[in-house]
């Protein structure tokens, strides 16, 4: 795959990313609220002296009045930033920014970068160590070797809190991991693999020393560079850490030294492997061809001559990535919770058992439905799980804690596992990591997305992003010269431009055809066949519509130029209900540890109980979909009667037939919000059948919904996606008008993989 087929965005794209509304990507926000001049005497003065009191009588008090438990810092000097160098310690803070943001994502760890400017291992030692009672533990990044290991071992030794070089070791876990696994599956053990190593680098060197700590004999290994296999003897070009893993062996180059080979690592560069050496490999050989942005060799080329071959690569297009966000987050995540003095080979160890166990086990529900409904069984194409699996937070951590505390470097070990296991499942909504795979989802099997405005730029800049993420094809709808001057105006190349798919709904050869679909439809509801043909030509929520209907495309995407009751009014012209369902819309909260589900925010101005009890099905269904185990609330002024109203009865019927039709999920009303979500509320209504906060909310009318979710989204401190158009026969989704190109994509995903149907 070229560069450019491999880049999923713009430069441009990019840093509108980077740049939009807040410059970064991280902020600091209070975890205390401050809106009384209470709250502040308790924050600082003379409040604040109780804890600094107890701190300087207990230094571990600060683990459990500050956030130092919580708190990793990312720290780098810019001396080899990703695969694009030295560019110092300034430019590599997008980096080190996006490495904090995904501690907070993956494992609910608060992070700060930190980008020192020195080269200078003695100085860069020196203000790492003099941070030690800010943080709970430094994570380095992007520190060129061989200075990195130099680092890592200084302050490793002279610091009591978690000390861990990513670029070494999280690449060498996940490898380690899905060694484990492609082991298993070709039925060899560790001490019986000859592993040939090309690199030797920070990660080839760590990976090297984990696997031996694993089982596989030193005998066994050969490691080569840019100058061939590192044979003990050898003098140009070594160091001590080289030395470590020089081999004994007559071979001197890279093809020598893969002949009769089982396994192959590779961290080093692009097109470093032939077919040739992969042909000279062992029976059943594992291939891990780590070298990014683009593997040493394509899994392509080793299975047009090794079809008994197991790969890996570090990238997220082919099966077994070896991603290191598998592996950073849920080791601090477990060292943190047991206030672990170190990160040892016992831990690290640990952590790859974990992941590699993780693998084998039957993927759950929700993650196979937003992989569309395909289930990843443990196999040769997955090895090592998916980065979005929830699990993920509770199997790794745990492991990593217990070897702490085995190992002896836990200060503060926990006794109640499964206390633990529901601590770190609380932590994190799995809302976010089903959605996520949908993403993955789309990209296994691409689907066409009509994008019926498409002379507006944003519009533009999604069907672009769409394409360019691998989701599938975009179509759009416009005259053809404002469409091509739009993508030229976007930065789209003219030959790519050229192989946009653009329909004029004015003159496009499908008119006949769906001109006669809709006069068949329409003509014994008011419509001759001149309406019909203004509609077809005019219309461009009509034409798309029509070419889902058609089976032209796979999906439908519009709403930025008009409101959603007149996109959905067109729509409907063209589109049935599913059978059996009524269309409504849903509003999706996805907050830091929760989802909220809001119906019907779009389409029923007063639903009767019929319909509330279909809407609160459905959206039953899609919250389980999504990870979330639904605990209905039937909103309303009125608390179980309290105050009376003449409104209540369709939402008391409602419930009368959920009653009936024994449904498997919870719920209950009439409620206000407040009985329905705080906990102090509900309290006081000891009979509720919600077993704890509602995660979906049935609303009385559209009124109340839709302000509600606009309200939400407008002054709420989570993300908002929606509106969701759920119940229609075919996958059509109405945008918001203010929508951004991400949310434009988002929903376009969302649709083609079928995620909320």
Same mark, same amino acid.
């Given at each position: 795959?070229?560069?450019?087929?491999?880049?999923?965005?713009?430069?441009?794209?990019? &840093?509108?990313?980077?740049?939009?509304?807040? $410059?970064?990507?991280?902020?600091?926000?209070?975890?205390? @609220?401050?809106? %009384?001049?209470?709250?502040?005497?308790?924050?600082?003065?003379?409040?604040?002296?109780? @804890?600094?009191?107890?701190?300087?009588?207990? $230094?571990?008090?600060?683990?459990?009045?500050?956030?130092?438990?919580?708190?990793?810092?990312?720290?780098?000097?810019?001396?080899?930033?990703?695969?694009?160098?030295?560019?110092?310690?300034?430019?590599?803070? $997008?980096?080190?920014?996006?490495?904090a943001v995904l501690f907070k994502r993956?494992?609910?760890?608060?992070?700060?970068?930190?980008?020192?400017? %020195?080269?200078?291992?003695?100085?860069?030692v020196d203000a790492v160590e003099l941070m030690e009672p800010s943080f709970g533990g430094i994570n380095l990044e992007d520190i060129k070797a061989p200075e990195c290991f130099i680092i890592e071992q200084t302050l490793r030794e002279r610091m009591n809190i978690p000390v861990f070089h990513d670029d070494q070791h999280g690449t060498a876990i996940i490898a380690a991991a899905g060694l484990i696994n492609a082991l298993f599956l070709t039925g060899r053990k560790p001490a019986d693999i000859k592993l040939v190593v090309n690199g030797a680098g920070a990660a080839s060197i760590a990976c090297t020393e984990l696997v031996k700590a694993m089982g596989v004999k030193p005998d066994n290994v050969i490691m080569c560079d840019t100058k061939g296999v590192i044979w003990q003897g050898r003098t140009e070009g070594m160091n001590q850490w080289k030395s470590a893993h020089a081999a004994v062996t007559p071979d001197r180059t890279l093809a020598e030294a893969m002949r009769g080979a089982d396994v192959f690592f590779g961290l080093s560069a692009k097109g470093a492997v032939t077919a040739e050496m992969v042909a000279t490999m062992a029976p059943n050989p594992i291939i891990f061809a780590m070298a990014n942005p683009d593997p040493e060799i394509t899994p392509e080329e080793v299975h047009a001559i090794r079809t008994d071959a197991i790969m890996a690569t570090g990238r997220s297009d082919y099966p077994n990535q070896?991603?290191?966000?598998?592996?950073? $987050?849920?080791? *601090?995540?477990?060292?943190?919770d047991v206030r672990a003095t170190t990160i040892n080979e016992e831990m690290k160890l640990?952590?790859?058992n974990a992941i590699a166990d993780l693998a084998r086990q039957q993927v759950p529900d929700e993650v196979a439905a937003a992989y569309g409904?395909?289930?990843?069984?443990?196999? @040769?194409e997955y090895i090592i799980p998916a980065p979005f699996d929830p699990r993920l937070i509770e199997a790794i951590p745990v492991a990593v804690a217990k070897a702490a505390m085995a190992s002896g470097v836990a200060r503060k070990p926990f006794f109640d596992e499964d206390a633990y296991r529901q601590q770190l499942r609380a932590r994190l909504n799995p809302t976010t990591g089903v959605l996520a795979g949908s993403f993955e989802a789309a990209r296994a099997r691409p689907r066409r997305v009509v994008?019926?405005?498409?002379?507006?730029?944003?519009?533009?800049?999604?069907?672009?992003?769409?394409?360019?993420s691998g989701f599938g094809e975009p179509v759009l709808i416009g005259r053809e010269a404002p469409v091509r001057e739009g993508l030229e105006r976007i930065g789209v190349s003219p030959e790519d431009i050229d192989s946009f798919e653009i329909h004029n709904s004015a003159n496009s050869p499908l008119v006949p055809r769906m001109v006669e679909l809709l006069y068949a439809r329409l003509q014994r509801r008011g419509h001759v066949l001149r309406d019909v043909e203004r509609m077809v030509n005019h219309e461009r929520n009509i034409f798309g519509a029509l070419m889902l209907e058609l089976g032209e495309v796979d999906a439908m995407m519009t709403g930025v130029t008009r409101n959603f009751a007149q996109s959905f009014s067109q729509v409907r012209q063209v589109i049935?209900?599913?059978?059996?369902?009524?269309? *409504?819309?849903?509003?999706?909260?996805?907050?830091?540890?929760? %989802?909220? *589900?809001?119906?019907?925010?779009?389409?029923?101005?007063?639903?009767?109980?019929?319909?509330?009890?279909?809407?609160?099905?459905? %959206?039953?269904?899609?919250?389980?979909? &999504?990870?979330?185990?639904?605990?209905?609330?039937?909103?309303?002024?009125?608390? *179980?009667?309290? @105050?009376p109203g003449q409104f209540l009865a369709n939402i008391r019927d409602a419930i009368t037939l959920l009653d009936e039709r024994r449904v498997s999920f919870e719920y209950e009303g009439e409620m206000s919000p407040d009985v329905a979500l705080n906990p102090m509320m509900a309290d006081r209504y000891p009979f509720s059948r919600l077993s704890g906060p509602a995660n979906v909310l049935i609303m009385p009318g559209l009124q109340s919904a839709n302000i509600s979710a606009k309200l939400l989204k407008e002054l709420g401190s989570g993300k908002m996606i929606g509106p969701l158009l759920m119940g229609m026969s075919k996958p059509v989704q109405v945008a918001p008008m203010t929508s951004t190109a991400s949310d434009l994509v988002t929903l376009a995903v969302l649709a083609a993989t079928g995620a909320m149907s």
């Open positions: 795959m070229s560069d450019d087929k491999a880049k999923e965005f713009s430069d441009q794209e990019a &840093l509108r990313f980077h740049a939009n509304g807040r $410059p970064g990507k991280i902020e600091i926000i209070a975890s205390k @609220p401050m809106a %009384t001049q209470r709250d502040l005497s308790l924050a600082y003065s003379p409040g604040v002296a109780v @804890p600094v009191l107890a701190i300087a009588k207990d $230094p571990d008090a600060a683990y459990d009045y500050t956030i130092k438990g919580n708190l990793v810092a990312v720290i780098s000097n810019g001396t080899a930033i990703l695969g694009l160098g030295n560019l110092g310690a300034l430019a590599s803070k $997008p980096v080190m920014e996006g490495k993956f494992a609910d760890i608060d992070s700060i970068d930190l980008e020192l400017a %020195t080269e200078d291992v003695d100085r860069f070896v991603n290191n966000v598998l592996g950073f $987050p849920y080791i *601090f995540r477990g060292a943190l640990a952590a790859a409904g395909k289930a990843r069984n443990f196999g @040769p994008f019926a405005e498409g002379e507006q730029e944003v519009v533009l800049r999604a069907a672009v992003s769409y394409r360019s049935d209900p599913a059978p059996g369902h009524i269309p *409504f819309g849903i509003h999706m909260w996805v907050g830091r540890s929760s %989802t909220i *589900f809001i119906a019907d925010t779009t389409v029923n101005e007063r639903p009767s109980s019929q319909m509330l009890a279909d809407i609160a099905e459905q %959206t039953a269904a899609v919250a389980r979909r &999504l990870g979330q185990e639904p605990r209905v609330a039937f909103l309303s002024y009125s608390t *179980f009667g309290n @105050p």
